[in-house]
């Protein structure tokens, strides 16, 4: 099992320092105004998301997520909305994928958009948090049936 830190690296100069330390995930979003850190915890079939305060490194809340369109390479894909106050993901409802809108004080959550057959692995938000941009990924696969030409002689 792997374990990753988070660390804060000014990039002018200074010392790196450990903000949080090693977990056993390696999938952390930074809040927006820098003040908030969210990891993911896999504990299937379910999950969490621990939201930390960075100043303090004192833990601020702890939310269920609905994994019902969550895989293990899906963790990293949990975001902080532009607001700071809720978990933004991708979920399965209505037999399509959207984003759900998961406040972090715990009240009812909410899509952001309709449904759709698509995979969302990636979005993200303007500076101004106004437009959101994402990724929809669809795939198809093609069936072909091959007989052995002897056979089908045969026929």
Not at 47 to 60: C, E, P, Q, T, Y
Not at 86 to 95: I, M, Q, T
Not at 108 to 137: C, M, N, T, Y
Request: hydrophobic share 35%; glycine share 6%.
């Amino acid at each position: 099992m792997s374990k990753a830190s988070l660390w804060s690296v000014p990039l002018s100069s200074g010392a790196q320092r450990q903000i949080l330390p090693p977990e056993a995930t390696q999938y952390y979003a930074i809040s927006a105004d820098g003040r908030l850190a969210g990891w993911t915890i896999l504990d299937p079939p379910k999950a969490r998301w621990n939201i930390f305060d960075l100043a303090s490194g004192r833990a601020v809340s702890q939310i269920p997520l609905d994994t019902s369109d969550m895989g293990s390479d899906d963790a990293s894909s949990v975001r902080f909305s532009p607001d700071n106050r809720a978990a933004v993901y991708s979920v399965l409802r209505n037999g399509g994928r959207t984003l759900l809108y998961q406040p972090l004080d715990g009240s009812a959550p909410h899509p952001l958009l309709d449904p759709a057959q698509e995979v969302i692995p990636d979005f993200g938000w303007s500076p101004s948090g106004k437009q959101l941009a994402l990724v929809r990924q669809k795939s198809s696969s093609d069936v072909v049936l091959i007989k052995d030409r002897q056979e089908s002689e045969k026929d």
